[in-house]
């Protein structure tokens, strides 16, 4: 027990002062003498013993009554918490109220953001108006970093709506602390308000301040359902005009039900060009496949929609991509053209092919191609090793196929400035392909799936090799085998060099070598290398992961800029541009408002799209419970941490009391009063 004012329990000396008193003014006994003993009858004895305990129960009464006062001057109370400081201090308040997304979840008196901003009202209303307060959103605004008034906490709170932003636990108490440690002189203390999603709040290498007290005050949904478009991505990694492209989109059903015939809409460039519906087990997710042809080339944009309620955030998800007539593949020849590639590439309109000798290049074409390939070149010259490092280093990919004749000095030192495996003397020894990284995207729906993976049916004839380079790795090369062959050696490999790849056979494609350009596996190695050759930039980003996108664009010249507007708003902005290899690198920030798809312009013609989706972090709605959430604060130690479980009762009462304690000072009145009365009936009815 503490008080308020202990200097008054300087008031219990008045009790001495009673004592005395009471001591020095009891009544000797008299002794009375009468003649007639009729008198005996109508005389009520005391003893001197009856008299004593009379006059001591009064002096308990008085005694009682007195300290009770003072104790009720001195305003007694049971703190709430141990820690908890003297309530006679100025307190600093910090109030976090979650507006993510997932606070548009109905809550039992409307939304959980309704109910998150009510609860900050009945918070700062607990506390004196001279008190210090800090607001804290999940948008971590500047002007949120500081200390106002109650006035000002509330017009703040009124201005207050939902977010894309989503930050952590640690992160939340961490800027809270920032502000707070500036004030060591004032009572601290930190309020959370939220629904404690699982997927954002797990508190792990937090430095909690003793000193500070904090308090979660978690709030409750009234049903954990939503639906929502997690990602989506496209079967092919190129979409051409006149072919049909089909997009794979993953949905989610997060609630306790089952639902049926959901409808999905695809739209590009604001028409629609597919829909379907879905069936989606609980807690479950499909992927749905959108077929769609477009005829003209160029940067798209598309939307997919589903609808749900009352979480309408993550209903729609933003893409964009680019239609490409074809993939620019240059053939640098040693020895003349080679008749597989030209039998796979020259009557394919996807890829366009060129053929040039390795006499009468033309440096100048390099950057313009998607891929390059070294078709037995029998010495590579530094002129031209210098030119492909280049090209690799800004992004390009290259394909190197050893000639039969190689001059094997030259080929280790062109592929030694691109960190790339060396050849050594040819092996003539029998041996054949066995295994394939199932996993690359060159054999990506090469294979029939069993069990959900691809995997090769074991009646597959896989390539012999009768005649071949060994590649050697060194450690020093970020080099990984995608064929391998029986006697552990690599047949195909891949290295990434610079912002670019290098794909290495240990063969030329000559039957005396090996009979892979005559079996059905060559057409899809080859032609995924061309495909996955071009640069192409992400679907989507993320608001708020600041990271940067990548398109393949030319940086302006001069003083021209590229800008990104909104097609659909006023919104406009310069970005920072930087240049990766062959890739355009576009930082944003914080600064694209919302989601939805943009360009990136120069004056009136469009560069590329750009497409913002909010972060799903937020969709999977569930959230900690109460016992959750004291075992996770446990197991993290956080001891300055307490749940606050209001209840029935406004949480301002509770807060009250936990910042004043259980206050005794009204018992102490009652029990003054208690005791006067009983004076007043000792002395009325204990007679002489």
């Known amino acids: 027990m503490q008080f308020v004012n202990p200097l008054y329990l300087i008031g219990l000396m008045a009790i001495a002062i009673l004592i005395v008193v009471h001591l020095f003014n009891f009544r000797r006994f008299r002794r009375i003498y009468f003649t007639n003993v009729r008198f005996l009858q109508a005389l009520r004895q005391q003893t001197r013993k009856q008299s004593q305990l009379r006059h001591l129960l009064i002096l308990l009464m008085r005694i009682l009554a007195i300290a009770a006062l003072v104790f009720a001057f001195a305003q007694p109370y049971i703190p709430f918490n141990e820690s908890q400081s003297k309530i006679a201090q100025q307190n600093v308040v910090s109030v976090f109220v979650d507006n993510s997304f997932s606070m548009e979840a109905a809550g039992s008196n409307g939304t959980l953001l309704d109910e998150a901003r009510q ?27 500081r200390l106002v008034t109650r006035d000002e906490f509330l017009t703040m709170l009124d201005e207050v709506k939902t977010s894309p932003s989503v930050h952590t636990f640690d992160e939340i108490v961490s800027r809270q602390y920032d502000l707070l440690k500036n004030e060591p002189a004032a009572r601290r203390t930190t309020y959370l308000v939220s629904d404690f999603q699982k997927s954002t709040y797990s508190p792990s290498i937090l430095k909690q301040d003793s000193t500070i007290l904090s308090y979660l005050v978690p709030l409750k949904s009234q049903a954990m359902a939503n639906v929502y478009i997690d990602t989506c991505w496209f079967a092919q990694p190129i979409q051409q005009p006149g072919k049909t492209s089909v997009l794979r989109a993953r949905i989610w059903n997060r609630s306790e039900t089952d639902l049926e015939k959901i409808p999905l809409k695809l739209l590009i460039n604001n028409q629609q060009k597919s829909v379907t519906s879905l069936d989606i ?29 009352p979480v309408t955030y993550d209903d729609k998800f933003y893409f964009s991509f680019d239609v490409l007539s074809s993939v620019q593949v240059l053939c640098i020849n040693g020895n003349g053209g080679n008749r597989f590639l030209d039998a796979l590439f020259a009557q394919d309109s996807s890829v366009h092919f060129t053929n040039v000798g390795e006499k009468s290049l033309d440096y100048g074409r390099l950057p313009e191609s998607d891929l390059i390939i070294m ?82 049916d074991v009646n597959t004839e896989l390539p012999r090799v009768s005649r071949h380079f060994p590649i050697i790795f060194s450690s020093a090369t970020l080099t990984v085998p995608l064929i391998e062959m029986l006697n552990g050696r690599s047949f195909l490999t891949l290295t990434n060099s610079g912002n670019g790849q290098v794909f290495q056979m240990a063969v030329p494609l000559d039957p005396a070598f090996s009979n892979f350009p005559l079996q059905a596996l060559f057409v899809p190695v080859l032609y995924n290398i061309a495909l996955i050759s071009h640069p192409v930039h992400s679907l989507y980003s993320i608001i708020g992961d600041n990271k940067p996108v990548r398109i393949g664009a030319a940086i302006p010249d001069g003083e021209q800029v590229y800008k990104i507007k909104s097609p659909a708003t006023n919104f406009e902005m310069i970005p920072q541009l930087t240049r990766s290899g062959n890739m ?68 301002n009462e509770v807060i009250t009391q936990m910042n004043s304690g259980t206050q005794l000072w009204r018992y102490f009145v009652w029990l003054a009063l208690a005791m006067l009365l009983g004076e007043i009936l000792l002395i009325r009815f204990f007679k002489k």
């Open 119 to 145: 609860k900050a009202r009945e918070i700062v209303s607990a506390y004196k108006s001279s008190d210090l307060f800090q607001l804290l959103t999940c948008d971590f605004e500047g002007r949120h970093q």
């Open 281 to 309: 087990k609980a807690g479950m997710s499909v992927t749905a496949e959108m077929p769609f042809t477009l005829r003209t080339e160029g940067p798209q944009q598309g939307m997919l929609q589903v609808t749900d309620y």
């Open 375 to 456: 078709n037995e070149i029998p010495s590579v010259s530094s002129g031209l090793a210098a030119e492909i490092k280049r090209y690799v280093d800004n992004g390009g990919t290259i394909l190197v196929l050893p000639a039969a004749n190689a001059e094997l000095s030259s080929y280790n030192s062109f592929l030694a400035m691109l960190k790339a495996p060396v050849y050594r003397e040819p092996d003539t020894a029998d041996t054949r392909v066995v295994r394939l990284s199932e996993e690359s995207y060159l054999f990506r729906d090469v294979f029939e799936k069993q069990q959900g993976k691809a995997a090769i």
């Open 584 to 651: 355009l690198s576009v930082f944003v920030g914080n600064q694209v408002p919302e989601a939805g798809n943009y360009q990136l312009v120069d004056n009136n013609k469009v560069i590329s799209g750009l497409s913002f989706n909010y972060n799903r972090n937020e969709s999977n709605l569930e959230c900690f419970s109460v016992s959750e959430l004291e075992t996770m604060l446990n197991k993290a130690h956080l001891k300055n941490f307490s749940l606050v479980e209001p209840g029935q009762r406004p949480l």
